[in-house]
C-alpha cells in the first residue's frame, strides 16, 4: 500500500504516555527528530497526557504536544485540560483532518502487562478509517492474556503502511502465535538507539556533584520503583535486594556505584527518585549514591555512556547505555528485556550473562553473587560494539521506510 502523496506532511506520534518516564522521553524525542529531519516533514504532533510537561521537554525538537483526545488516563488527569467527551472527539477529529501519517510507538505497550493496550489503538483505528497511512515501529508485542485482545490488535496492525518490532520474540509471536504473515512484519530495533547524548561538558557537570570526574570510573545502577506492580513482589523485598546488589558491587568492583533514577513520576508508586534515595541511605556507604536532578533522557545517556558496567531495571536505561556501547545487564519482569538484550548482543552471548527475571533476583541470592562475580565486561563490550552498527541501521531504517510513505 502506498499513500498518495501530501503537498504538506503532518505527522501524529502516539502510544506516548508522559516524559516523566525518561525512557518514554527517549521514545518520543528520537521519534520527533528523526522525523523532523525527513524531508517533506513539516509538523510533528506528539499526543500524551502531559502535555505541557512534555512540550518543556521535547523543545530541541520542535515537536508540538498535545492532551491525547483518544485515551485520558486518571492518574495523569490533573496535569492536562479538563474536556467534555464530545470535546475530546471533536477535536479527536480536527487533530486527524490536519494529519498525513499516524506513527505509534510505546516499545511494550501492546501487551496485557498494563492493561491499556486496546486504548491506544482508538487513533490508529480512527485514522484507518480515513484512509490515514499508519505505521507501529519498534514494538515489542504481547503476550496477550484475552483473545479479544489479540483480535483487537490484529486487525489494527493488519492494516498498517508499515510494521516493525524490535526483538525476535516478538516477530516470532506475531507470526507464529497471531498469525501475521511474515512478510508483513520486520526486525527492526528500538528507537531510542538514536537518541542523541548530552555533551562531555555537560556530562562531566552532571557527575560532578558527586565528586566524579571525566577519568573516574564507576558502575550504573538504575532500580525501578514501578517494577514490584508487575512482579507480585513486595517492596520492601525488593529494595532489600536491590541494596545488596548495590553494596556488593561497591565492594568487589571497588568502584563508585552511581544509582540512575530514570523515571520522575508524579505518581509515587512509579518514581524511581524514591527507591534510589532509599538504596544510597541504605547501604550507608559513600560509594553508593545517587544521581541528583531533574536529568533529561539525554543527559542520563551522558552518564550512562560513561560507566564500565549498567545493571538496569529500566529497559531505556539499559538502551542508553548499550547505544553507546557500554555493556548493560538487564533485570525485568517481561519477555522485552531479555527479548531486547539477546537481540542487542546476539548469539555469541548467553542470555543468562545479560538478564535476570526481578522474581529470581529478589529470592535468590545467587543470582546477585553471579551478577557481581561473573559478569565479564570485557566480553560483553566487545560483542556488543560487533553488533551495534546493524542494531542502529535497523532503527535508521524505519525512517527511511517512512520517507517512503510521505513521498519524499
Keep these: 500500500m502506498t499513500p498518495a502523496r501530501s503537498a504538506v506532511s503532518n505527522v501524529l506520534i502516539t502510544g506516548i504516555t508522559s516524559c516523566e518516564s525518561r525512557g518514554v522521553e527517549a521514545l518520543a524525542r528520537t521519534i520527533a527528530e528523526q522525523l523532523i529531519n525527513t524531508e517533506g516533514v513539516n509538523k510533528v504532533t506528539v499526543l500524551t497526557q502531559t502535555p505541557a510537561l512534555d512540550e518543556g521537554a521535547l523543545a530541541p525538537t520542535g515537536a508540538r504536544c498535545v492532551a491525547d483526545p483518544f485515551v485520558v488516563s486518571r492518574s495523569w488527569q490533573q496535569m492536562r485540560p479538563q ?12 487533530l486527524l483532518a490536519e494529519t498525513d501519517l499516524v506513527v505509534a510507538t510505546g516499545g511494550d505497550l501492546y501487551t496485557s502487562d498494563y492493561g491499556v493496550s486496546r486504548p491506544y489503538l482508538r487513533v490508529l483505528t480512527a485514522a484507518q478509517q480515513r484512509d490515514i497511512p499508519t505505521a507501529m515501529i519498534g514494538q515489542s508485542v504481547g503476550p496477550f492474556d484475552d483473545p479479544s485482545d489479540a483480535e483487537a490488535w490484529i486487525t489494527v496492525a493488519a492494516r498498517c503502511h508499515l510494521l516493525t518490532v524490535r526483538e525476535s520474540l516478538s516477530h516470532g509471536y506475531l507470526v507464529g502465535k497471531l498469525g ?5 512484519v520486520q526486525l527492526s530495533s528500538d528507537p531510542a538507539f538514536l537518541l542523541p547524548t548530552a555533551t562531555g ?16 570510573p564507576y558502575i550504573c545502577l538504575a532500580p525501578s520503583q514501578g517494577i514490584t506492580r508487575f ?11 536491590v541494596t545488596r546488589l548495590a553494596t556488593a558491587l561497591a565492594r568487589t568492583w571497588r568502584i563508585p556505584v552511581v544509582l540512575v533514577p530514570h523515571c520522575h513520576d508524579s505518581r509515587r508508586h512509579n518514581d524511581d527518585r524514591i ?10 556507604m559513600s560509594q553508593v549514591m545517587t544521581l541528583p536532578g531533574a536529568l533529561t533522557a539525554s543527559d542520563y545517556k551522558g552518564v550512562l555512556s560513561r560507566a564500565e558496567l549498567v545493571i538496569s531495571e529500566r529497559l531505556h536505561s539499559a538502551i542508553g547505555a548499550l547505544s553507546s556501547g557500554v555493556p548493560a545487564i538487564a533485570i525485568g519482569h517481561s519477555h522485552k528485556f531479555n527479548g531486547v538484550l539477546a537481540e542487542t548482543y546476539g548469539d555469541t552471548v548467553d542470555v543468562d550473562d545479560i538478564h535476570a527475571d526481578v522474581r529470581a533476583f529478589t529470592e535468590d541470592i545467587t543470582v546477585t553473587d553471579r551478577i557481581v562475580h561473573d559478569t565479564d565486561a570485557a566480553v560483553l563490550r566487545t560483542a556488543l560494539q560487533q553488533r551495534l552498527p546493524l542494531i542502529t541501521d535497523r532503527a535508521r531504517s524505519d525512517f527511511a521506510q517512512i520517507n517512503s510513505l510521505l513521498g519524499a
Design 231 to 241: 512482579s507480585a513482589l513486595e517492596e520492601a523485598q525488593h529494595a532489600t535486594a
Design 180 to 184: 501475521l504473515p511474515e512478510h508483513r
Design 275 to 284: 527507591l534510589a534515595a532509599h538504596i544510597a541511605e541504605a547501604a550507608g
Design 83 to 94: 474536556e467534555s467527551p464530545a470535546e475530546l472527539t471533536a477535536r479527536g477529529a480536527q
Design 201 to 216: 561538558e555537560r556530562t562531566s557537570a552532571v557527575l560532578r556533584p558527586l565528586g566524579l570526574t571525566p577519568q573516574d
